[in-house]
């Protein structure tokens, strides 16, 4: 386990300058929570969470092991100060139902319609500025929070012609309406979405920043759209760690929680020059060699405020890694598959990637290091997700929140500290048992070993490499069915479902629906009961604020007797 993580580079790879400084590869890290386990008496603790976009378990070496081949030293320190989680999950296969459920710690497909916005960056808000989020949450205790890096959870921008926001009619000298102030964040420092989507620009407390009067595109899809004069995607996770380290140094003396949101390694793969070429594997894992970097860069800011002691760092992914994204520049299908044939599995043991309804779309890499609180070298295989961070660090910095707040979020304490001191309502807490999880063009839900995937294939498009393509599998499905379907409630069995057993076969090569039809019949009960609840939570039934059924992007031709042709 721990003891497998190399202890210095033993693969001939070029050491990072200043390593012992650096920490930790593209992922999605979280951080700082003071000193004591929280309660009303005691000092609240710090917080830090740090989320890197697109990062596979198999990026991080301490997760991949002998199928990873990326030089990840700082996180592997973080695992080595403190919890690895093996069974950590993200709750979707794209970004910003990830992010959504991070924030609330409610599942993202609860949520009604988005408000309008255009395309990419400019996407409308998420979700309600009143709801209850992580900072907020923290704010109403005192907390100063801060917010730097990828936001991609909409906003709302000030537009010339008062018409919805889109490529040509924003007002860049006027601040944003709807923004990280409204969701409860003193200070900010964003990029509205990922690093190749327009516009190229970064946000200060809703005010632009730079001259937004040019157009730009990076090399991975060449998305064209406006952007800053001086933005630059090599530059990108500089700026953002520069940022980091200056909200750690101005807040050093109030307790305080911070939410970096790292853009790697995300497509387009754009490490910095100091990077470039030190990776066996290629641009891709310089870049993860730079993200990597960018985290220790935190870590060090933590140590020269003198905030080691008072801080919890949770480091994770938003989801699993994009399979077109690897040693080309451009977006290629399949890339990844090349990398594992040199030996390195973004992934790692799991099967499918971004986009899926697969372990390899939603298993991601967490670590967790809090000095004196959390074991120092120790694993955690219980399940967990990011959507529980709302009720984790609720407990830990004792904020009580309404029934009806983060009603999926369920606290990890029980697992994460483990000494006398911890308090009798931390032990007490349900631990996890279930998941729910948001494909592209499909569901699936965990409970305790079994998983199911409420459609047939990989639910994902299949452009990029997940196999097989939905279309494909729907109509080898009704093949195999031997006539259309009349409801969804047909859908609920063999062959348009699939079963895995995660103990037994954590790749997900055998599909067991049709040997455990009760099984099936169990978990598409406890399915629908998740969705119908309105929570995962204990308490009184809430509603979701739109109706959702099991089996999404069904395709219309399912129905008919006609399929499309090939």
Known sequence: MLDLIPTEDTRGRVPLPFQPLLMVAAVTLAILIGPETATADSPKPNVIFILADDLGYGDVECFGLDQSKTSTPNFNELARQGMRFTNAYSIASVCVPSRVSVMTGRYAFRFGKPERGGPWGFLGPQFSAERMTLARMLGSVGYRTGYVGKWHLGTRMTTLNEEVQGIGNVDYSSPLEIGPPQYGLHDSFILPGSLDMFPYAFVRNNHWV??????????????????????????????????????????????????????????????????????????????????????????????????????????????????????????????????KRKGHSAAGPFRGYKFSIY???????????????????????????????????????????????????????????QSPQQSDAFKNVKARDEIFLQGVRGYAYRHENWKIAFCPGSGAVGHWGNEPASDEAWREALRKYGKNPKSHLELERYPFVQLFDLEADPGETRNLAFDHPKVVQDLVTRAKSLIDNGRSTEGRQLTNDRVVKLFQSVPRWVWQDESPKR
């Open 359 to 417: 372990e390899g779309a939603f298993r991601v890499p967490f670590v967790a290091r809090w000095p004196g609180k959390v074991p120092s070298g120790s694993v955690c295989d219980k399940t967990i997700g990011l959507i529980d961070l709302m009720a984790t660090l609720g407990e830990i910095a004792d904020v009580p929140l309404a029934e009806h707040e983060g009603a999926d979020s369920i606290s990890f304490v029980q697992h994460l500290i």
């Open 210 to 339: 730079g001259d937004v009067s040019t157009t730009k595109g990076w090399s991975a899809f060449a998305r064209m759209g406006p952007a800053a004069h001086d933005f630059e995607d090599t530059n990108v996770l500089n700026v953002i760690a520069t940022q980091a380290e200056q909200f750690i140094q101005s807040n050093s003396e109030n307790p305080f929680f911070l939410y970096v949101g790292l853009t790697a390694p995300h497509t387009p793969v754009s490490p910095s020059k100091e990077f470039a070429g030190k990776s066996e594997i290629g641009i891709y894992g310089d870049f993860v060699m730079n993200t990597d970097a960018i985290v220790g860069r935190v870590m060090q800011a933590i140590e020269i405020a003198g905030l080691s002691d008072e801080t919890l760092i949770i480091a994770s992914s938003d989801h699993g890694p994009a399979s077109y994204a690897g040693d080309r520049r451009k977006a290629t299908k399949g890339q990844l598959s090349e990398l």
